[in-house]
C-alpha cells in the first residue's frame, strides 16, 4: 500500500481541510474486514464550511447518515445541534452529554413512550404530519413545540423521496389548527428537497410551494416563525457539485427571499456533513467471467448491499471506486458483494471501469461513503461482521 | 392479547407439529420492541417433513436464512448438515460441535484465508464457478471436494435470481478439467432454481438444462456423482403451496430420472426449513392519511425494510399480517417502516387490507417470517436496535 487517497482523487480534492490524513492513515494501514475511515477534522471542516453558508441558521445534523460516538463529539465541539430518529439516538446524544435544548425529535413516527421519555429528557421540538401524531405529542408532551412536515412531490435529488413523509398541502392548516387546539405551539413548517440535491436551482419550485402554503397560513392567523429546510445538500459524489458554503448561500437567499428576513430557519444535513469525510477500505474477493464470450468481468468486493453499501439499491448512489492498478488498462465490471445474496449487486445496468489486473486480494477504496453505510450495516448477513469503523 | 396465531391463522394450518405453541406463547407475552419468535419443534418438523420428501438426499441447511444458535442446535441434534457462507458461520457451526465433515463451504466467493481456514479446521467439500475460485481452493485446501455452480437463467421464483452465482453452461467442461488438473477432487454440479419457487413442475426446465451439461460431462470422462439441486423449497407464504414432503418427493423423482438412480443428490434449503416455524411480532407506530382525499391510509410499524423486512424490497416477498381487529371491517393501507429512510415503505405497489379501526399501539402479527429476518436486520439504523430473535 503505497498509493494515498490524495494521489487516486488526482485534480479532484474532496474536502478543505487536510486532504492527505485519510490518504496517510489508509496507505499505512491494513485491515483484516471492510472498514470505514473517517476523518473528524474533515467533519469538522464540512460543518465549518455549511455554517459559512447558512449564516444565522440553526443545523441540526440529521445523526441517522452516521451516529459514530467521535462525529457526534466533534460535531458537538463546532456547536452543531442534533435532529434525532428515535429514542435510541437521544439517549446517544444526552450519553454525550450533548443537552437537550440541541436536540429535535424530527421522525414524523414516533413510539408514545418516546415521545414521553424526549420531554421528561427537556427535548422540546417535535416534528408531526397527521391527527394522529400531533395527539400523540400533546397527550406525552404537552405545550411542546411541533412542526408540521409538508409533501413536496417529486423531487429532482439522486436518492430519491417517496411519498413516507409529509401531509398534502390541503391538511396543512387543519393540522396547525389541531396543533393549536391541543395546546401545542405550532411554530413551522418543514419539507425535505430530497437526499443529495445536486443543484441549488433544484430547490426552487419545492420553495415556491412550501411558501404558498406558509402564506396561506400566515394568513389565517397561524403566526409561524420557523421554516426546517431540511436535508437534501449533496456530497461530493459525482461532477459539477458546487462548494458546500456557496450552495448553502444561496439556498438561504432563496429561502428569505420568499419567507422572509426575519424567518427562523433550521437546517438538517446529514450526508453533507459527513460523507466526504470517510472512506471504505475494502478487498476484492474474486475477479471471474461467466462465460468465454463475456465482456463484462464480474468483480466481487468484501463489502455489498447489506453491510454497508444499501444506497447502491437501483444503483442510485455511485461511489468513486480507486485501486492501485489505476495507471494500468480499465474495462467495464459489474461489480457485486460478498454474501450468498442475488440481490447483492452493486452495479449491474452501467458497469464500473476497472483495472484488466485487478485480482482477488486487491484492495479498493470507496471513496465519500461516511454517510449511510455503517448505520446500515447488518447485524450479521452470512456470517460476515458489520462494517467496521475506525475514526482518526 | 388474548387471540392467538392458530386463531388468526383460520383454515390454513402452517406446521405441522404443534401450531398453538408460537399462538399461546404470542398470546401470553407482550415485547416492548419487535420480535422474532421461533419454534424449535416447528424447525424439527420442518426437517422431518422435507427429510421424508428427499429420501437418501443429504441436507445441508443454507445456515444464511436464519443462524440463530438454537435453531442450529436443533437441526443439528435432526442430524442436518450444514451449508456455510463465510467463516463466521463456519466458526458459529464449530463452537456448537457440529463436526467439520456435516459442513459444506458453498459461497462461490471466498477470501483465500477462510478457504486455508476452513480446511484447516477438517471441511473437505467447496463450491467454485471461476478460474480463480478454483486456483485459491487448489491453494489453500490441496486435494479438496469441489463443485461448479451453473448458471440457469431465469425461473419462475419469487425471490429473484440474479447472474451472480455461477458459470455459463459452456464453462463447465473447462473448469471441471481446470479443477482436475490443479489436483482437486470434481464431483459435481450444482444449481439454484431460485428461492422460494412455488410448485415442483416449475423445475422441470432448470433440471433439463443442468442434466444436458452433466451428461456431455460425464461423455468426457469427468467421472461425476454429485448433483446439488439447491435450495428453492418454498415457505407456505400465500396460497396453493404443497406440503413439504410432497414437493421434495416429487423433486428427487425428476432429479433420478435425469441424473440416474444411484446418483449423490445433495440439498440446500432455507427458507423451507426455518420461515414457517417463524412469528414476529410488531406493533403499529401510527396511522395516517396525507390528505383529506386518500383512498389509502399509510400504517408505520416498528419494523422496516432495514430492521429485518428486507425482503420486502420490491414488494417480493409479501408477508401476511394479522391483528386482533380482523373481525372488524377491512380497508386498503400502504405499509412502512420506523426509520426516516424513504425506501422504508413495504408495501404500496399492491396495498394490504388492514382493519379501519387500527391505530398506534395495535399488535401486528407477521406470519412465516423465520427466514431471512433476523440476519438482514441492521446494526442500529436510526437508533433502532435490531430485531429481537426469542426462540422456545
Not at 62 to 69: F, G, I, Q, S, V
Not at 254 to 262: C, T
Request: charged content about 20%; glycine content about 10%.
Amino acid at each position: 500500500m503505497n498509493a494515498t487517497v490524495s494521489d487516486f482523487a488526482g485534480l479532484k480534492p474532496r474536502f478543505a481541510p487536510n486532504p492527505s490524513r485519510l490518504g496517510h492513515f489508509l496507505a499505512t494501514r491494513t485491515f483484516d474486514r471492510p472498514t470505514l475511515v473517517m476523518d473528524r477534522e474533515a467533519v469538522a471542516g464540512k460543518f465549518r464550511d455549511l455554517a459559512a453558508g447558512l449564516g444565522t441558521a440553526m443545523i441540526h445534523y440529521a445523526m441517522k447518515a452516521n451516529p459514530t460516538r467521535e462525529v457526534l463529539e466533534t460535531l458537538c465541539d463546532e456547536g452543531c445541534g442534533f435532529d434525532a430518529a428515535s429514542r435510541g439516538e437521544i439517549e446517544l446524544c444526552l450519553s454525550l452529554g450533548i443537552s437537550a435544548d440541541r436536540i429535535s425529535f424530527g421522525n414524523t413516527i414516533k413510539r408514545s413512550s418516546d415521545i414521553s421519555f424526549a420531554h421528561a429528557s427537556g427535548i422540546a421540538l417535535f416534528a408531526a404530519d397527521s391527527d394522529e401524531e400531533l395527539e400523540k405529542i400533546a397527550l406525552n408532551a404537552p405545550g411542546a413545540r411541533v412542526y408540521i412536515r409538508m409533501l413536496v412531490g417529486a423531487t429532482e435529488a439522486d436518492w430519491p423521496l417517496s411519498r413516507k413523509f409529509g401531509c398534502a398541502p390541503d391538511r396543512v392548516h387543519s393540522l396547525l389548527f389541531l396543533a393549536r387546539s391541543l395546546g401545542l405551539d405550532p411554530v413551522g413548517l418543514s419539507f425535505h428537497v430530497g437526499s443529495q440535491t445536486r443543484a441549488p436551482a433544484m430547490w426552487a419550485d419545492t420553495l415556491d410551494r412550501v411558501a404558498k402554503v406558509w402564506h396561506a397560513a400566515q394568513a389565517e392567523g397561524h403566526g409561524l416563525r420557523l421554516i426546517n429546510i431540511g436535508g437534501g445538500f449533496p456530497a461530493t459524489i459525482g461532477e459539477g457539485i458546487p462548494h458546500l458554503t456557496d450552495y448553502a448561500g444561496q439556498i438561504i437567499q432563496m429561502v428569505r427571499a420568499r419567507f422572509g428576513s426575519d424567518v427562523e430557519i433550521m437546517a438538517e444535513p446529514g450526508r453533507a456533513m459527513v460523507a466526504d469525510a470517510g472512506v471504505i477500505a475494502a478487498e476484492v474477493m474474486l475477479v471471474s467471467r461467466k462465460s468465454d464470450n463475456d465482456l463484462c468481468r464480474w468483480v466481487y468486493l468484501d463489502i455489498g448491499r447489506f453491510s454497508g453499501l444499501a444506497e447502491t439499491e437501483n444503483e442510485a448512489i455511485r461511489y468513486e471506486l480507486t485501486t492501485e492498478r489505476d495507471h494500468e488498462g480499465m474495462g467495464p465490471c459489474i461489480l457485486a458483494g460478498p454474501s450468498c445474496d442475488s440481490v447483492d449487486v452493486l452495479y449491474e445496468k452501467r458497469p464500473v471501469m476497472m483495472p484488466l489486473g485487478l485480482k482477488s486480494g486487491d484492495r479498493v477504496l470507496i471513496h465519500v461513503t461516511g454517510a449511510y453505510t455503517s448505520a446500515y450495516s447488518s447485524v450479521g448477513f452470512n456470517g460476515f461482521p458489520p462494517l467496521d469503523v475506525v475514526v482518526i
